[in-house]
């Protein structure tokens, strides 16, 4: 039923996808990250996107990526597509020959439960990036 497919961000008509994929995901809770930077896929119903994921090298953790955004549309909530996009920023990664993937959630449990199931283990950077209360998440690709 869902296909996830490694996008060209650079290329106009993804960027806009991506973007309002983001607003209609984040509304005005995250920045609109830089869909120029990093490696961006998009998850489709049909013909329609319904979610998106990206990851970029990280600058927290030497020899990772960062696992900077996902976004599904509620309405295909619980079909695990968190997951697949996981997967798909995994299998990149190892491709890069990076060590492990990094990221964080903040007031997020789904995408926390989520980390969880995929293998990720809670962590506590040497300097954290994001607020107090936010959870931090790595994962080994060795």
Not at 17 to 36: G, K, Q, S, V, Y
Not at 113 to 128: H, K, Q
Request: proline share 4%.
């Amino acid at each position: 039923m869902y296909r996830i497919r490694m996008v060209d961000a650079s290329d106009d008509d993804v960027a806009d996808i991506l973007a309002e994929l983001h607003r209609l995901t984040f509304f005005d809770a995250a920045a609109m990250p830089d869909f120029d930077l990093g490696a961006w896929w998009l998850a489709y119903c049909r013909d329609d996107p319904v979610a998106f994921a990206g990851v970029v090298p990280s600058t927290y953790a030497r020899h990772s990526g960062y696992f900077s955004r996902v976004g599904v549309l509620q309405r295909h909530w619980g079909r695990g597509l968190q997951l697949r996009l996981m997967r798909a920023v995994e299998a990149r990664g190892r491709r890069s020959g990076w060590d492990g993937i990094v990221s964080d959630t903040t007031d997020n449990s789904f995408s926390a439960n989520n980390f969880i199931r995929a293998g990720y283990r809670l962590y506590e950077p040497e300097v954290p990036w994001a607020w107090s209360h936010t959870l931090y998440w790595r994962k080994s690709l060795r």
